[in-house]
């Protein structure tokens, strides 16, 4: 190795004769120093002991040791695994303290992440906030522009007919005789200008003739409600002279594939009537799928010109009612009975067709209503008409002065009802006055007389009623209505519905002498003062002998 034993003896605290014996294999170290100090030499002198041949001669030791000194064997083995323990544990000690700061690390992380999760959904939340409202202002906005827009259009397509009808009768009055303006009336009064088809109150005053003949004559007859399928995209798209332009084409050519006999007329917007005089149901359902057939087929012109175009396609919906022939007496209602009965199985055969898919047919069989004995009941409201009602009421009134009991009258007029007309057609007009109607009927007693006066203005007489009576009476079909859905499209159930008020007048009188015409002037008088002061409200007068 390069050093002497006596000088590895000056160096440590050991003998030379020991060193010898260790040398000489004569004794063994009882632990690994003189191993270990062997080893630390060669490396000083630049020979260094590889780990395998370390390995190999600290085994052999052991294995020298086990022979000459057991006890010194087995103590050397539990110190040197202990010593391993103890660095295990260390190690592990050290791993340990690494893992808990990593923890530590890892928590404050997740602390960090959480606070700002927080603070993000605190600004998520609110931003959604304040987007929901912006939203639903925008909305709302939306929906007031477009129904500002909507009765925009509708009043201007008004004003240029107006203006049209205007300029056509200045032309007329400057270029023909006073026998021509005698015509030019009569034909401005049956004939709808737009379409050159009968108006409505012609159509309606003609067709209860053709249904009073078909009745007494026991003849079969038929009525068709023609709508025009998503009409209101015409004048969305292309305009309300394009809408009039359509209206034109489709009406030409309805009445291209009509019989002679045939009696076609106008009901307002979009939608028309034709009654089949002579015709079954099989007939009348053949003549109504011509007409679909041919119109669906049709180019409909919507530009400046019908030859450049643009050309557009149009399909129309058709309901279809049947009057069978059973001849029997002619009706006192001169057929009008008859014809709202028609009218209302067309109405419901149009809607079906409507609500299964758009251009068809659909044909009912109309049952006849029984023959009324006289002019009583009004058709469309079913209460008194005006001449019944004032009988009835001058009798009522009679009893009342000769038994000195307490009676009102109020006259109730809905509030606006013009708009009605003008924003969705005499149609939804009828339906809404008929809805009126109900919700006033709900609130009166069998013994209170309801008539109908004219247009939107109806009379209720209510005997033995005191005036508080009479007000509580008024408020509650105010209040009632007021509250009411009123159903103005082509279904009951599935709308559109609007709101409609009433203003009502009453008059009282209590043990005085008074005449039916005074309590009517009274109680306008009241009528006219509510709407004077606001409308939808009850005002009451007591009425005065003359």
């Known amino acids: 190795m390069g050093l002497s034993m006596n000088q590895f003896a000056s160096l440590h605290p050991i003998d030379k004769g020991t060193i010898s014996r260790y040398l000489n294999g004569q004794r063994v170290p009882r632990d690994r120093w003189f191993l270990d100090k062997l080893f630390a030499i060669q490396a000083d002198y630049g020979q260094p002991v590889t780990p395998a041949v370390r390995e190999h001669l600290a085994r052999l030791q052991l294995c020298a040791l086990e022979v000459a000194h057991p006890h010194e064997y087995r103590v050397r083995r539990v110190s040197d695994e202990l010593e391993i323990a103890l660095t295990g544990k260390l190690e592990a000690e050290r791993y340990a303290r690494a893992l808990v700061e990593q923890l530590a690390d890892r928590n404050r992380q997740v602390s960090e992440l959480a606070e700002a999760k927080g603070r993000l959904r605190a600004a998520w939340d609110a931003d959604r906030v304040a987007m929901q409202a912006d939203c639903e202002r925008l909305t709302r906005e939306i929906g007031q522009i477009a129904g500002q827009l909507h009765l925009a259009q509708e009043r201007t397509a008004q004003a240029e007919r107006r203006c049209q009808l205007l300029e056509d009768l200045l032309d007329h009055l400057n270029a023909h005789t006073p026998a021509d303006d005698e015509y030019r009336v009569y034909r401005i009064e049956r004939i709808d200008k737009k379409t050159g088809l009968l108006t409505a109150s012609i159509w309606e005053g003609e067709a209860s003739v053709e249904i009073n003949r078909a009745v007494r004559t026991g003849s079969p007859l038929a ?24 209206i034109r084409a489709v009406t030409d050519g309805m009445r291209s594939q009509l019989r002679t006999g045939d009696l076609a007329g106008r009901f307002g917007g979009e939608e028309f009537a034709i009654l089949l005089p002579h015709t079954c149901e099989a007939d009348a359902i053949n003549v109504a799928e011509k007409i679909r057939r041919h119109i669906a087929a049709m180019p409909i012109p919507v530009g400046r010109r019908a030859e450049s175009g643009p050309f557009i396609k149009l399909t129309i919906s058709v309901g279809l009612a049947t009057l069978n022939g059973e001849s029997r007496d002619p009706p006192l209602d001169g057929g009008s009975g008859e014809l709202t009965q028609l009218l209302t199985a067309a109405d419901a055969a149009l809607y079906q ?15 006849a209503p029984p023959a009324v004995d006289d002019d009583r009941i009004d058709t469309k409201t079913g209460l008194l008409t005006a001449s019944t009602w004032e009988r009835e009421a001058a009798v009522e009134i009679n009893r009342a002065v000769r038994t000195g009991s307490p009676l009102a009258l109020a006259l109730v007029d809905i509030d606006h009802f013009k708009e009605v007309n003008d924003n969705y057609g005499h149609r939804a007009e009828d339906k809404a006055i008929r809805a009126v109607t109900d919700g006033l009927r709900s609130q009166l007693l069998e013994s209170d007389l309801a008539g109908r006066f004219g247009g939107e203005e109806f009379m209720i007489l209510l005997p033995h009623t005191y005036e508080a009576d009479a007000i509580n009476v008024a408020e509650e079909i105010r209040r009632h209505i007021a509250a009411m859905p009123i159903p103005v499209g082509d279904g009951a159930e599935s709308g559109p519905f609007i709101k409609l008020t009433v203003s009502i007048g009453i008059a009282t009188m209590h043990g005085a002498s008074c005449e039916l015409t005074q309590l009517l002037a009274a109680a306008d008088a009241a009528l006219y003062h509510a709407k004077e002061t606001g409308r939808n409200k009850t005002h009451m007068i007591t009425a005065t002998a003359a």
């Open 223 to 246: 009525l068709a409600l023609v709508d025009i399928d998503h009409f209101k995209e015409v004048n969305e798209n292309y305009g309300h002279r394009a809408g009039d332009k359509a």
């Open 353 to 367: 067709a409507k609500e299964t898919g758009r251009n068809k047919t659909h044909a009912v069989t109309a049952t």
